[in-house]
């Protein structure tokens, strides 16, 4: 029996709300803090796609709200552990005096998966602070756990 399981994290960004949507919803914002490719087509039934360290992450846009929330599922190509789709990621928009709180919810991840997304996403989400406030992120030399 597979246990699915969830991770939440939040960063603030010193940017509105609608400056980081465009880092959740555009080829070049994605690549801008995660992957180094990235095939977007945000709308509900759109196709999300990232190379992430030579890992194909493949879903769909499932929500888009300008400018509050994203919601895609997630899963890589090929994978018997988590397939194309099968996990959801949301991304929570709220505006802050400093700029944007982002609120990520990763759910529907079998319990195995949690410790390498967390990880992941403790490496990501400072980067699209940096991104979405207008720095430069830089190459990216993060790999999964174990590999």
Not at 9 to 27: G, K, Q, R
Not at 107 to 123: C, K, Q
Request: hydrophobic share 40%; proline share 7%.
């Amino acid at each position: 029996m597979r246990i699915l399981a969830e991770f939440r994290d939040s960063i603030d960004i010193e940017a509105l709300p609608e400056t980081v949507f465009h880092y959740l919803t555009t080829n070049s914002g994605m690549t801008a803090w995660m992957g180094q490719y990235a095939e977007l087509d945000a709308r509900p039934g759109g196709r999300f796609a990232v190379d992430i360290s030579g890992y194909p992450v493949r879903g769909e846009f499932l929500h888009v709200d300008y400018p509050s929330r994203v919601v895609v599922s997630w899963g890589f190509a090929g994978s018997e552990v988590l397939p194309a789709g099968a996990s959801t990621v949301e991304f929570r928009l709220t505006a802050i005096s400093s700029g944007t709180r982002l609120e990520l919810i990763h759910s529907e991840l079998p319990d195995t998966e949690v410790p390498g997304h967390a990880n992941g996403w403790v490496h990501f989400l400072p980067r699209l602070a940096i991104s979405g406030s207008g720095g430069v992120a830089g190459p990216d030399d993060w790999r999964p756990l174990g590999a």
